[in-house]
C-alpha cells in the first residue's frame, strides 16, 4: 500500500546547510538550519473511486511543535507546493523532547476553509457539510521526538476519519425517467463532530442530513462521505437514504444499520437500493492497515441461514422464515442475520446462543411463541459470547434474552426495539452465577413482561431512553450494577389484592426468581442463606419510577432491602431529575441512598 503523508524531520547539519548553535544551560539550541519537510503523494487511493481518497485537495499544512505539554514557539502554517512543504528556523534545544502536532487540509490560502483549526484539541467542520466534496479530506499526526545534535526522522501521517462509498447496482434497470432518480438525501443517525489532533481522540454526536446530485448515474456512484472514526476498532454508523426525481421522492432505503466506518480506512456499500432494498455488499479498504470485506447475501431457506450460522458471514432474508433448529454460533465466528422487515418463527423451545462468537439480528419480527416456559429464554450470550438486537419486535410466551448460566465475558445489546414476553424480557440466572464481565447495554427499547428487567447476578447494566412495564416488578436488581438514565420503569399491578400483597413478605424472606417484593423498582436481597449475597447498585439520572395499583398508593414505587454483610449492602443515587410516583421503602439496616445512610 502506498503511504498517504511523509514528514521528513532533519536537524542539525544537513546537506548543502550550514549548522550554527549557541549554548543554552549546558544544552545547544540549534536554530535555522532546522527543517520539517512534508510530502504529500498525488495517489494514495487503493481503489479509484472517481478522484477521492487521493489528498489532491490539500493544500496547505500546520504544524505546532509542544514541550511538557505546552506550546513551544509559534504555529506555523505553509502552503503545500509541489505536494511538499517546508517549515524552517525551528529553533530547538538539544537533549528535550517535543511534541510535532500536524494537520493538513484544503484552506483558503492559509486560512481555515473546510475545518476550525484555531484549537487543534478540537478541531471540528467549518464548512457546510456535504458528501462527494473531496475538500473533506484531510490527514494529521502527533510524534515525538528527542532533539540531538543531529538526527533525521520519518512521520507517516493518515487520516482522522474513515472514507464511505456507496453504490447503486439497479441505475440501468429503472426504464421511466421519472422514476430514475437525480439526487439522494442521506440522513446519519449520529457523527462524531470533534477531533483532537495532540491525542487523535474524536468526541461530539450530532445527526447529519444532506441532498446530493447523484456523483456518477453511469457507474451508480452516489456518495462519497469522511466520517471520524476511532483508530483501534470499526464504529457502527446507521443511515438512511432517499431517492429524489428533481425534488420529488421516489423512495427510502433505510437498511443502513451497523454499517462499519474505521479511521484510514474504505467502507464501501453496494447493492440494489433503488430497486429493491437489500442485497448489500459491504467491504472495508484499507490505504495501510490490510484489507477486510463482509459480504451480506440474500437467502430464502432454513438451511442457508444455518450454513452461515456454522461458517460465519451476514444474510439478508428474502422472505418469511421458520426455525426448526438449535443456532449457535461460536469459534469466534460473526454472524449477522438481517431480518429485512420478515418474521423469523422459531418453532417448539429452540434456542439462538452464542458462545465465544458474535450474533447480530436486525430489521424485522421474531415470535417464540411454543417456548417450553415462561422462563425458557430464547437469545443467550455464552462464554465470551456476543448478542446484539437491533430494531427488531419480539415476541415469546417465555423469556427473551439474558446471559447463560457460568457465563463470562459475555455481552448484550438491545437497541431500538421492542420485547413482548413471558417471565422476563432480560434476565440473568443466579443458579450458577456468573464471576466477571458480563454487560447489558439497553437503548432505545420498549421491554414488557412479568418483570422485564429480572437482574440477580453481578453484572453491569446500562439502560438509556427505554419504557419498561410489568405486572409484578418493572425491574428487579438483586444483585449487580445498573445505569439508569432518561427511561421509565413502570409497574403496572393487574389485580384488586395490592394491600395484601404489600405485605405478603413482612415475615417472609425472599425466594427464586421474581419472588420479592413488588414495586416499580426493586434493589437488594432478603434472604438468611448465602444465594445472592452481592452488593446493589443503582444510578438512576432523569428517570420515572412509577406504580399504578388499586387501591393507589398501595404498592412503592422502588423498595430496597439490603444483605447485612460488610460490603453487600445497597447503594442508590438519583439525580434531581428523577421522579418517584409512589413511595420508596427501605426495609433495612446497610442501605445508602444519595450517600446518606437509611
Not at 525551528?90 to 483558503?108: E, I
Not at 493518515?158 to 422514476?179: C, E, M, S, Y
Not at 425458557?376 to 455464552?382: D, M, Q
Not at 443466579?430 to 447489558?440: L, M, R
Request: proline fraction near 3%.
Amino acid at each position: 500500500m502506498k503511504k498517504l503523508l511523509f514528514v521528513s524531520l532533519c536537524l542539525g547539519l544537513l546537506a548543502g546547510l550550514t549548522s550554527c548553535q549557541k549554548e543554552v544551560g549546558g544544552t545547544q539550541e540549534i536554530n535555522a538550519t532546522s527543517t520539517l519537510t512534508v510530502t504529500i503523494p498525488q495517489d494514495i487511493a487503493t481503489r479509484a473511486v472517481a478522484d477521492y481518497g487521493k489528498g489532491a485537495q490539500v493544500n496547505r499544512c500546520i504544524l505546532e511543535i509542544y514541550h511538557d505539554g505546552k506550546l513551544y514557539g509559534e504555529r506555523q502554517v505553509q502552503p503545500v507546493s509541489g505536494n511538499q512543504v517546508t517549515f524552517s528556523d525551528l529553533r530547538l534545544v538539544t537533549s528535550k523532547t517535543y511534541d510535532f502536532v500536524l494537520w493538513a487540509d484544503c484552506g483558503d490560502n492559509l486560512a481555515d476553509n473546510y475545518y476550525n483549526t484555531s484549537d487543534l484539541n478540537a478541531v471540528t467542520v467549518k464548512k457546510t457539510y456535504t458528501g462527494n466534496d473531496d475538500g473533506f479530506d484531510a490527514f494529521y499526526k502527533k510524534a515525538t521526538f528527542q532533539v540531538t545534535s543531529a538526527f533525521s526522522e520519518n512521520i507517516t501521517l493518515q487520516r482522522p476519519f474513515g472514507q464511505l462509498v456507496v453504490k447503486t447496482n439497479d441505475l440501468a434497470a429503472i426504464q421511466h425517467d421519472k422514476l430514475k432518480p437525480t439526487d439522494v438525501q442521506v440522513s446519519f443517525t449520529a457523527v462524531p463532530t470533534t477531533f483532537n489532533v495532540l491525542t487523535g481522540e474524536v468526541s461530539g454526536s450530532e445527526a447529519l442530513t444532506y441532498t446530493v446530485g447523484i456523483e456518477d448515474k453511469t457507474t451508480g456512484e452516489l456518495t462519497v462521505d469522511y466520517i471520524l472514526a476511532t483508530p483501534a476498532q470499526a464504529d457502527l454508523v446507521d443511515f438512511s437514504m432517499t431517492f429524489l426525481n428533481n425534488g420529488a421522492t421516489i423512495t427510502t432505503n433505510e437498511n443502513f444499520r451497523n454499517v462499519p466506518i474505521r479511521r484510514n480506512y474504505r467502507t464501501n456499500v453496494s447493492g440494489n437500493l433503488v430497486t429493491k432494498q437489500g442485497e448489500l455488499n459491504v467491504s472495508i479498504d484499507a490505504d495501510m492497515e490490510g484489507e477486510h470485506d463482509v459480504e451480506i447475501v440474500e437467502i430464502a431457506t432454513e438451511a442457508e441461514l444455518l450454513n452461515v450460522v456454522q461458517n460465519g458471514g451476514a444474510v439478508l432474508l428474502a422472505n418469511d422464515l421458520e426455525l426448526n433448529q438449535m443456532v449457535v454460533v461460536s469459534n469466534q465466528k460473526e454472524v449477522k442475520i438481517d431480518l429485512n422487515g420478515k418474521t423469523l418463527t422459531v418453532v417448539g423451545s429452540q434456542e439462538m446462543n452464542t458462545e465465544n462468537g458474535s450474533l447480530v439480528i436486525e430489521n424485522g419480527h421474531i415470535v417464540a411463541k411454543a417456548m417450553q416456559s415462561s422462563t425458557h429464554s430464547l437469545l443467550n450470550a455464552g462464554e465470551q459470547g456476543s448478542l446484539m438486537i437491533d430494531n427488531v419486535v419480539l415476541e415469546t410466551n417465555g423469556t427473551g434474552i439474558g446471559p447463560s448460566t457460568s457465563t463470562n465475558g459475555g455481552q448484550i445489546v438491545v437497541k431500538n426495539s421492542t420485547f413482548n414476553c413471558g417471565a422476563y424480557a432480560v434476565a440473568t440466572n443466579a443458579s450458577s452465577p456468573v464471576s466477571q464481565d458480563v454487560n447489558i447495554v439497553l437503548e432505545k427499547s420498549t421491554f414488557t413482561a412479568n418483570t422485564p428487567l429480572c437482574i440477580n447476578i453481578p453484572c453491569t447494566v446500562t439502560m438509556d431512553e427505554c419504557t419498561v412495564e410489568g405486572t409484578t416488578q418493572g425491574m428487579m436488581l438483586r444483585g449487580g450494577t445498573a445505569y439508569i438514565s432518561n427511561s421509565h420503569l413502570l409497574l403496572n399491578y393487574p389485580d384488586n389484592d395490592a394491600e395484601d400483597i404489600a405485605h405478603y413478605f413482612d415475615a417472609r424472606t425472599w425466594g427464586s426468581g421474581n419472588m420479592v417484593n413488588i414495586s416499580a423498582l426493586t434493589v437488594g436481597n432478603k434472604g438468611n442463606g448465602t444465594a445472592y449475597q452481592y452488593p446493589s447498585y443503582v444510578d438512576l439520572k432523569n428517570t420515572v419510577v412509577e406504580t399504578q395499583c388499586t387501591p393507589e398508593g398501595a404498592l412503592p414505587a422502588m423498595y430496597a432491602w439490603a444483605n447485612q454483610a460488610e460490603g453487600m449492602g445497597v447503594t442508590i443515587l438519583y439525580d434531581d431529575q428523577c421522579e418517584f410516583k409512589g413511595d420508596c421503602i427501605y426495609g433495612s439496616s446497610n442501605i445508602t441512598v444519595n450517600g446518606i445512610a437509611q
